[in-house]
């Protein structure tokens, strides 16, 4: 068991904990994930190392709640514990000193490029972050992120804080702009790391994804995870999770992503459902008492 | 002894019936009653010089437990049994008797042989029945600590005959239960996992401490082992599936059968939703391959709902290499069998597949391997549609070890070279056996080579010669 140390409420739907894992928290580098599971009956899920402490022997996971699966998981209090943490997997971020970076989050996707955002700052990179999400309330870490980024860009798709505009707007004002841009990466959702490859493509500048693709061993024992990248089939778990965002299929991982949309919204009314009944059933209880 | 009376027939074993079985996952047969057992038994011709025991990879005495279970004295079949073979419950079940010691069986030549595996499993179930296991009295500890890498049929023979002579064993598992493809891999009807959790159970029962969520390469590497403990033992098993590497292979409802069966078994998708991990629910199934991993993919597939599930092989049926018993189940719950059919390519709609391409062939002279070789027949293709396919071609050991380990041989396949006498690697204080030196073979041999290993790791850790 893997109890939780610490819990933070970042935004409406992003729940950030603190971990006892210290089998993790020794040899976890940036970039790499573990794969968590609830409980008994629960999905076996990867999740960004978004921080570790080796001397404290804790992660730190950061999650959206979307499904079930991750509702569950949000309701999850201190001395409450996960059932397995496995880790840390899939291979380390390079770090080098570039020169200037362009580091892209977007909602969750913040927390997995903090740790990157930290280990390039101290490796000397200039470093240009920009943050976004879809509005205010779901954004988080501008904090920690302006702390490791030199230059630092707020947006969000609705203006409700820092700039309207999605953050390939700022990305490609930049690199308009800035011709010493020498890699950029970006984490979030799908589509945002689809458009982020399609506005850097034509500046020809490196650009590396952090792919969130379903998961089950994380251990590149199903292939479940497979990504297709110009030279082939590649299992994101062992091979990644970090590519080459030009060489992605967008398409079809957009569509392997959404494979299971109706199971998903089954397995969480369902549950939905008995939550309803059970807050139902204490109300009798407590109003009989 | 006075020659014995011949009987052609075996003791008929029942089993759920097809219709039923196909809508629940509970075991198929349902295993002997004592009086069977015993007249089963009794079918042994007891020979001065058995056949059989040559067709057992770990040698078990034959004649002398069916002998003993004959006799009724079931506490001594099982204990003569288990002298050289630790999991009977699960060999009993999964070993292809038919190509091992029924397949030598005397009675073979004219008539049914002995139901070996049977009564195997008979005399494995009986001593389950009878409560748990004595905790045998262990030699005082020497000391020395070894880490098992994989807890499938491998690891834990390992790491039960390493206990058992007073060494501090750690079993390292990735996953998040113990048993390898005992537990993720073969279906619960095949194989109850009560069965494997009770074997795992008896393992830590001797002191062996199981740290699951470690993925051995990442988690910390061989080295780093290395530094803690003083012989590392590998049986990490072919958990590598391959793909055929044939367009539209990447749609969703493309799966490896890897990938199904664990959904299906360790993640228990069969009762989505009341457990989290979803599968495809398809109505036309497809897996491509014949060996029991096939099988058992395409069995899997129809107590999930499927209304046709089809198995696509490209050679003949003389050639499916899954065990007789699997093959003659499947037939009988339905499973459909589309021989000589080689695919060629997936097709989808929006990123979902919806038909496999195919090709017949002809069978023409014999190959390499002595089997006669399909050639494919032109213009002959055509198309099944289908919402869900399985590709259960075969696997090879993962690499990640090979990768972060310094000095470790492999061969081209991915098997880690070792030296068959001894289950050495090329690395000093590194042994391997199981899935992971030969690739995707058998339960027993895993076991077998594991009890080799134990052996010299034994050798090993006294003298410290290498
Ligand atoms: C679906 C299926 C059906 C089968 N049916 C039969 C049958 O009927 N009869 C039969 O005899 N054989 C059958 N086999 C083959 C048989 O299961 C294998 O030969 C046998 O399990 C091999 O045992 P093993 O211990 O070498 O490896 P495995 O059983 O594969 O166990 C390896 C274990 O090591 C773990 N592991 C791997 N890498 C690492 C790592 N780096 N760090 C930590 N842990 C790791 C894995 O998670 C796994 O638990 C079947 C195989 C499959 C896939
Ligand atoms: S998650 Fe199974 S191979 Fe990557």
């Known amino acids: ?289 | 002894m006075p020659p014995r009376r011949i009987v052609p027939k075996r003791i008929p074993m029942a089993e759920q019936a097809p219709e039923v079985r196909i809508h629940n996952y509970d075991e198929v047969p349902l295993g002997f009653t004592a009086e069977q057992a015993i007249a089963e038994a009794a079918r042994c011709l007891q020979d001065a010089r058995p056949s059989c025991m040559a067709g057992c990879p770990v040698n078990i005495n034959i004649p002398g437990f069916l002998h003993l279970v004959e006799i009724g004295d079931f506490r001594g079949a099982i204990n003569l049994i288990k002298e050289t073979n630790a999991l009977p419950a699960i060999t009993g079940r999964v070993c292809p008797q038919e190509s091992q010691c029924e397949g030598l069986c005397v009675l073979c030549k004219k008539y049914e042989p002995v139901s070996i595996g049977q009564l195997e499993r008979f005399a494995a179930d009986w001593e389950a029945e009878q409560g748990e296991l004595p905790v045998p009295d262990l030699p005082p500890a020497t000391g020395k600590k070894v880490a098992v890498v994989g807890s499938g049929p491998a690891g834990l023979t390992a790491a039960a005959d390493l206990a058992r002579l007073g060494h501090a064993v750690t079993i390292f598992e990735a996953l998040h239960e113990a048993g390898g493809v005992l537990i993720y891999g073969i279906p619960e009807f095949r194989l109850p996992k009560a069965i494997v959790k009770r074997e795992v159970e008896y393992v830590c029962s001797l002191g062996v401490q199981i740290q699951k969520d470690f993925l051995v390469g990442s988690s910390a590497t061989v080295d780093e082992l290395l530094e803690e403990y003083d012989a590392v033992f590998l049986g990490t098993g072919a958990g590598l599936p391959w793909f055929l590497g044939i367009p539209g292979e990447n749609l969703g409802g493309v799966y490896s059968a890897n990938e199904y069966l664990t959904r299906a078994n360790l993640m228990k998708a069969y009762r989505f939703p009341e457990y989290d991990t979803p599968i495809a629910r398809g109505r036309r199934v497809i897996t491509i391959g014949a060996g029991n991993t096939a099988m058992d993919s395409a069995r899997t597939a129809l107590r999930i709902g499927a209304e046709d599930s089809i198995v696509v092989y490209r050679r003949s049926r003389a050639e499916m290499p899954a065990r007789a018993e699997e093959i003659h189940h499947a037939e009988q719950e339905g499973v459909q069998f589309h021989l000589l059919t080689t695919p060629l390519a997936f097709y989808g709609e929006n990123g979902r597949l919806t038909e496999l391409e195919c090709l017949q062939n002809e069978l023409g002279e014999p190959d390499s391997s002595g089997r006669r070789r399909p050639i494919p027949i032109p213009g002959s293709n055509f198309r099944i549609p289908c919402d869900v396919a399985i590709v259960a071609v075969g696997q090879s050991p993962s690499p990640i070890i090979a990768k972060t380990t310094a000095d470790l041989a492999t061969a081209k396949s991915g098997v880690v070279v070792v030296d068959k006498e001894t289950m050495k690697t090329s690395k000093k204080g590194v042994f391997a056996a199981g899935d992971v030196i030969t690739g995707g073979a058998t339960v027993i041999l895993a076991m077998g080579q594991a009890k080799i290993a134990a052996k010299a790791i034994h050798a090993y850790l006294q003298s410290g010669n290498w």
């Open chain 1, 1 to 289: 068991m893997y109890p939780i140390l610490k819990k933070q409420i970042l935004s409406e739907q992003v729940k950030l904990v603190v971990v006892e894992a210290p089998i993790v928290a020794h040899k976890a580098q940036p970039g790499q994930f573990v794969i968590v599971r609830v409980d008994e009956r629960a999905e076996r899920i990867p999740l960004t190392i978004a921080d570790f402490d080796r001397d404290a022997g804790t992660i730190t996971l950061i999650f959206q709640e979307v499904g079930k699966s991750t509702k569950q998981m949000g309701l999850l209090e201190v001395g409450d514990a996960f059932e397995n943490i496995a880790g840390p997997l899939g291979h380390r971020t390079e770090i080098e000193n570039y020169g200037t970076v362009v580091m892209v989050g977007g909602g969750v996707g913040i927390a997995p490029l903090f740790p990157i955002t930290r280990a390039l700052k101290e490796a000397g990179n200039h470093v240009i972050s920009i943050i976004g999400a879809r509005s205010c309330p779901l954004l988080f870490w501008e904090d920690r992120m302006a702390e490791v980024s030199d230059e630092l860009i707020l947006c969000t798709d609705d203006g409700s804080a820092g700039r309207k505009a999605v953050v390939t707007v700022p990305l490609q004002e930049i690199l308009e702009s800035r011709p010493e841009v020498k890699r950029v990466w970006a984490i979030g959702p799908g589509v945002m790391m689809k458009y982020t490859a399609a506005t850097t493509k034509p500046f020809n500048i490196p650009t590396l994804v952090s792919l969130n693709t379903i998961m089950i061993d994380g251990t590149g024992m199903c292939g479940g995870c497979r990504v297709v990248l110009n030279g082939g089939a590649r299992f994101v778990c062992v091979d990644g999770p970090e590519f080459d965002a030009h060489q992605v299929d967008w398409e079809l991982l957009l569509q392997r992503l959404s494979f299971y949309r109706a199971e998903e919204k089954e397995s969480l009314e369902r549950w939905e459902a008995h939550r309803c009944n059970l807050d139902r059933a204490y109300e009798t209880l407590t109003s009989v008492r």
